[in-house]
């Protein structure tokens, strides 16, 4: 498994794990990031926020939140033609 | 009339300011709710033999209660229990936004589904088929174009049919097992308290929210504990929240499937490329530096003109009304009017065109989308010192001018860090100060040293700023840190008609708000300086400046200034520069003129080339480079003025924080003003 801090820019893959308490995970839930939500990593810079596009709707994580999001992985950036970052 | 209570509720960025807009126009009310930070937006409009009473509650994510605006809405929902609730909802984004449809359906309360930009929608390959819907969700449906006024109509009529028909509430279909739970669950707190047994109450317990959990005794609580432990164990999730989570999903893609027409595409459009910019780990800063410099330039490039000639105009209007007195007739109700009242709300009105211009500036960022990317690039910055992202910009603003940094304030959503930086905004030196550290470092700091001087003061002031943020983040406002997730809409232009109408009204409150309380503290300064008059008969042939200087000595102010004397002797003032304070207090810029008054100068002089000469010389005369120093820090680290008091006294909803500012402030200058006279002297 491999948290979010950790994905490049445009690696995409699916929620396996919200490592947090109940009130984030809610948060997170009502915003649409939950358990088998698949992501797209766009931009993903040193000590700056993860920025993520879920289903079409772009989101900043800060890196304290993203260590605690964990994807199966599927498919590197490399691999595919994907349009963002 | 008879009225009807409707709330507009939905997520951030689905347009639901632009609907509450669009139905109410101008015809609007911005307030606080009780006790909190947040913003209360009310309108008013007449439809179909009704009163339509609007009620714009803030934009939310869910009803969990994890942030004041979701305590906000909540209970605005459970305890004022509007006729009819809108529920904007992004017709592009369906899914994320049924999930606090779903959360308001739970509350049993009649509700009608806005579905809003059907036409970005359409543009992203995605419709939705209204009466499926509707079916679907149990619930009327409307769709149309807030932006475009389209389907607003429809929408009232939808609401007024609602408020007479009051038909059956929609019934949330969860699945049988949990539905199993939710009546166990409220049924043991039927039997506490009949007031909480609410499906949604019962719901949040499963959901892990632990906002009910004070209101019940030991054993109830221990009894709901059970019946999650079981459904816990029967369903076999980690975090118990999950299993709401995947209920609701599993109901909102099954709405979703049903009446979706098309396929959603994926689409990146120029946002992407945009955030390519903006968002870059190297360009982004010197974008973001930009945009802030052309920002503070318009307001107070903008800005300065207009509060010239605000204060021409109350300059000329007091000296109008004052010249109904005949020469040698002015009485104290003259003085009173004209000095009192007429300068009083001049006061106020001359921070009116910089407030607008602020409000203006911060709708556009909210507007395009860029305000949600700011906080993300200060994000790294500002969490070092426990502030927001945000925070940046009303701090950047307050080197102009604290009161407008002060409302901008309120851009920040977390209530600690909105307080914090509200706290330490009167350290960013604004442009008020800037005469008084002008006239000591010309009359003291050698040529060459004058422009390093001054970048000090202004770092120093930074400096104050920063680690009381750091402390009180700490210490007092050491609420839990909300990791930062922020949504980035899409950019989007930005709407002149929505920008002049949140301006209008967020400038209407403040002015409101603002005019009586420094209208109060006018005219108190007023009887301050005015009375007991001194009698200038005592001391014939003396010109008119020093009369006014005895005046100053003999008013009430001047020998609170005396009795203040032992406590400036400390840093090497007397009671010339303990006045000069008192008077700063109100407004930084009257130091000058309170001090020119005591040195029998010309007060309006002062400020021009030549009396300011003159009144250094007056100033190397009695002070020494100590105490100009002392001075200096002093009026940088003072409490701030009466306007910026009362903006505090507004944002914060609150009379304890501006005056713990006020106090605290200047205690922290009187001693930095004491340690700064000791090192140099």
């Known amino acids: 498994m491999k948290s979010l801090v950790h994905m490049n820019p445009g690696d995409s893959g699916v929620i396996d794990l919200i490592d947090t308490g109940m009130r984030l995970y809610n948060r997170l839930a009502s915003m649409g990031i939950s358990d088998g939500t698949e992501i797209v990593v766009v931009l993903n810079k040193r000590n700056g926020p993860v920025v993520i596009d879920v289903d079409g709707n772009r989101f900043a994580v800060g890196r304290g939140m993203a260590e605690k999001i964990f994807f199966k992985e599927k498919k590197s950036g490399k691999d595919q033609n994907c349009c963002c970052g | ?33 009780p006790g909190v930070t947040v913003e209360r937006k009310e309108g008013k409009i007449e439809f179909k033999g009704y009163e339509l009473s609007i009620t714009d509650l803030p934009g939310i994510y869910s009803m969990n209660a994890f942030s004041p605006e979701e305590v906000v809405s909540r209970n605005f929902i459970a305890q004022e229990k509007p006729d009819v609730i809108i529920n904007i909802v992004d017709a592009s984004n369906l899914e994320k936004n049924l999930y606090l449809t779903l959360q308001i359906l739970e509350m049993k309360v009649p509700v009608v589904l806005f579905l809003n ?114 459904l816990v164990s029967f369903t076999g ?80 209007l007091g000296g109008f009304i004052g010249s109904f007195w005949a020469e040698g007739s002015e009485s104290i109700i003259r003085d009173l009017i004209v000095e009192g009242i007429i300068g009083g709300v001049g006061g106020v009105l001359v921070f009116a065109p910089y407030i607008f211009l602020v409000f203006i500036a911060i709708s556009i960022l909210e507007d395009t989308g860029y305000l949600a990317r700011v906080a993300v690039i200060m994000d790294k910055w500002m969490s070092k010192i426990g502030l927001s992202g945000k925070s940046f910009m009303p701090m950047i603003l307050g080197f102009g001018c604290t009161v407008p940094a002060v409302m901008g304030a309120r851009i920040i959503e977390n209530k600690f860090e909105r307080l914090a930086t509200i706290m330490v905004t009167p350290f960013m030196s604004c442009g008020a100060r800037l005469p008084v550290y002008l006239l000591l470092i010309s009359a003291f700091i050698p040529l060459k040293f004058q422009a390093l001087t001054l970048l000090s003061i202004y770092l120093i002031g930074v400096a104050f700023a920063i680690i009381l943020a750091k402390i009180l983040r700490l210490t007092v406002f050491k609420g839990e840190e909300n ?37 109060f503290a006018s005219i108190v300064l007023w009887v301050l300086n005015t009375f007991p008059k001194a009698d200038t008969d005592l001391f014939p042939g003396v010109t008119e400046q020093e009369a006014a200087m005895i005046q100053a000595e003999h008013s009430f102010s001047g020998r609170i200034g005396k009795g203040l004397e032992p406590a400036f002797e400390i840093m090497g003032g007397d009671w010339k520069i303990a006045s000069a304070f008192l008077a700063s207090l109100t407004a930084k810029e009257l130091f000058i003129s309170q001090i020119s008054i005591l040195f029998a100068m010309d007060a309006d002089e002062a400020e021009e080339e030549e009396g300011s000469l003159l009144l250094q010389q007056k100033f190397k005369e009695s002070y020494s480079l100590a105490t100009a120093i002392a001075i200096i820090l002093f009026i940088l680290l003072a409490a701030p003025c009466i306007a910026t008091f009362a903006a505090v006294k507004i944002e914060t909803n609150s009379w304890f924080w501006p005056t713990v500012q006020y106090v605290g402030m200047t205690a922290i200058a009187y001693i930095a003003a004491i340690i700064g006279y000791l090192i140099f002297s």
């Not at chain 2, 149990?138 to 932006?147: L, M, N, Q, S, Y």
Request: net charge neutral.
């Open chain 2, 117 to 230: 930009m059907t036409d970005k929608a359409e543009k992203r390959g995605y419709a939705i088929d209204v009466e499926k819907l509707s079916f679907e969700v149990e619930t009327p449906v409307v769709k149309g174009i807030a932006r475009e006024k389209k389907g607003i109509n429809d929408l009232l009529d939808k609401c007024v049919e609602i408020f007479e028909k009051k038909p059956e509430t929609a019934n949330v279909p969860y699945s049988e097992r949990v539905n199993k739970y939710i009546s166990e669950i409220k049924s043991i707190l039927l039997s506490e308290n009949p007031e909480l047994a609410k499906d949604w109450r019962a719901i949040r317990f499963i959901e892990g929210s632990d906002i009910d959990r004070n209101a019940l005794s030991a054993p109830t609580l221990e009894k709901i504990d059970g019946v999650i432990k079981e």
């Open chain 2, 1 to 33: 009339m008879e009225k009807i209570k409707i709330a507009v509720a939905g997520n951030p960025n689905v347009g639901k300011s632009t609907l509450f807009n669009v139905i109410t126009g101008t015809n609007q009310h911005v307030g606080n709710y």
């Open chain 2, 237 to 316: 999730h980690k975090i118990h929240s999950m299993i709401m989570v995947q209920e609701r999903y599993a109901l909102i893609k099954n709405v979703v499937r049903k009446s979706s027409v098309a396929e959603k595409k994926m689409d990146d459009s120029i946002s992407g490329k945009i955030d390519r910019i903006v968002l870059h780990p190297v360009f982004s800063m010197p974008v973001f530096l930009f945009t802030l410099f052309v920002l503070f330039q318009a307001v107070f490039m903008i800005g300065e003109p207009l509060e010239e000639l605000f204060a021409d105009f109350f300059d000329s």
């Open chain 2, 483 to 519: 990791p930062l997730i922020i949504e980035l809409p899409a950019y989007s232009k930005p709407s002149i008609r929505s920008i002049w109408i949140l301006t209008w009204s967020r400038g209407k409150h403040f002015l409101e708000k603002a005019g009586t309380l420094i209208l």
